[in-house]
């Protein structure tokens, strides 16, 4: 079982920045990523690294959001910046093992409101 630990969620007013952080027991992952859900809609990828280091974005958050990773300490972050009110959401950490099971984080809320 991979536990999957996520911090650092908040409010910030639009055009603020916050960082989110997810820790993971073990470090052989395909890839990990960040997924969100705001009220009444789908959970969605916002940004995903693979074990090659290769990124993905969602369309809504390329320049804005970077995803990085520090294998030493079996992390990933997001750093969001130029936020907006429609960031809104539930954020959720996402790991995938190298026998394709993926776990969760427990959601971390970012809420972006002047």
């Known amino acids: 079982q991979v536990q999957v630990v996520e911090s650092g969620g908040g409010m910030v007013q639009p055009g603020g920045s916050l960082r989110l952080a997810c820790t993971t027991s073990?470090?052989?992952?395909?890839?990990r990523g960040w997924y969100r859900q705001a009220p009444g809609k789908e959970r969605e990828l916002v940004a995903s690294?693979?074990?090659?280091?290769?990124?993905n974005y969602a369309d809504s958050v390329k320049g804005r959001f970077t995803i990085s990773r520090n294998d030493v300490g079996n992390a990933v972050y997001l750093q969001m910046n130029n936020l907006k009110p429609e960031d809104t959401a539930v954020y959720y950490c996402?790991?995938?093992?190298?026998?394709?099971?993926?776990?969760w984080g427990q959601g971390s809320q970012v809420t972006v409101s002047s």
């Open positions: 690294i693979y074990r090659t280091g290769h990124t």
């Open positions: 996402n790991v995938r093992t190298l026998s394709n099971q993926d776990f």
């Open positions: 073990g470090s052989a992952f395909v890839m």
